[in-house]
């Protein structure tokens, strides 16, 4: 079983819509966990941090499930420009050992 | 501005030839890293540094050197390069907090012929 796993997609939907994208992880130890936005042959850019009581940043809603080992990332209200691939990243802390996964793509039509 | 920078942006080279990838950070960062991505294979960690002179394996250090004389500076060293290290790396750089993500430069594509 791969240490982080996602669905590769591409997740293709329309303007307006919510999607909702998850990410598995294998390490019970892993203690810090983020979704990184990376657009097409760019860098992979910070999108936010996973607490364990979830949390919020606009259109976007990040959550975390110890019990079943994963992670979700929630777009509402999707724009054009959110169009990108959504990579999650798992730590078991102090940044020794970070594990991305390998991205899920999301096409968001007009 | 807060940044990663690396240098070059491209580079086509010839198996065997020795070559260096640069990568210097601004913001007074310990941690810094250096990753490659590969189709369908995503991220996978070289080289991770927790600070001056302190130097780790990542997942794939096979073919790679680093150093870290200096806090801000963490070059990527290919000695002899081969075509399987054909790739696009990045560098990125981190504070200690566990709540603090990556910053990430902006890549170096990197073809052995």
């Known amino acids: 079983r791969k240490e982080v796993e996602q669905d590769p997609g591409p997740f293709n939907v329309p303007e307006g819509a919510t999607v909702a994208f998850n990410c598995t992880y294998s390490?019970?130890?892993?203690?810090?966990f983020f979704w990184y936005r990376q657009d097409c042959r760019k860098e992979p850019k910070l999108l936010m941090s996973?607490?364990?009581s979830g949390n919020e940043d606009g259109r976007f809603t990040a959550q975390l499930n110890r019990a079943s080992q994963y992670i979700s990332l929630l777009i509402r209200d999707s724009k054009l420009s959110d169009s990108a691939t959504y990579l999650c990243?798992?730590?078991?802390?102090?940044?020794?050992?970070?594990?991305f996964g390998t991205g899920t793509k999301l096409q968001v039509i007009p | 501005e807060a940044q990663v920078t690396q240098n070059p942006r491209y580079l086509i080279t010839v198996t065997g030839k020795k070559l260096t990838v640069t990568c210097s950070q601004n913001?007074?960062?310990?941690?810094m890293s250096w990753y490659r991505q590969d189709p369908g294979l995503g991220l996978r960690q070289i080289y991770y540094?927790?600070?001056?002179?302190?130097?780790d394996k990542g997942d794939v250090p096979e073919g790679y050197k680093v150093s870290r004389k200096e806090k801000r500076n963490f070059p990527l060293i290919l000695e002899s390069p081969s075509p399987n290290q054909t790739s696009l790396y990045f560098c990125?750089?981190?504070?200690?907090?566990?709540?603090?993500?990556?910053?990430f430069g902006s890549g170096t594509r990197l073809t052995v012929v």
């Open positions: 990125a750089s981190s504070s200690n907090s566990k709540s603090y993500g990556y910053t």
């Open positions: 390490n019970s130890a892993s203690q810090s």
């Open positions: 996973v607490y364990s």
């Open positions: 990243v798992v730590s078991p802390g102090g940044y020794q050992k970070v594990t």
């Open positions: 913001m007074n960062h310990e941690y």
């Open positions: 540094s927790m600070n001056v002179e302190v130097t």
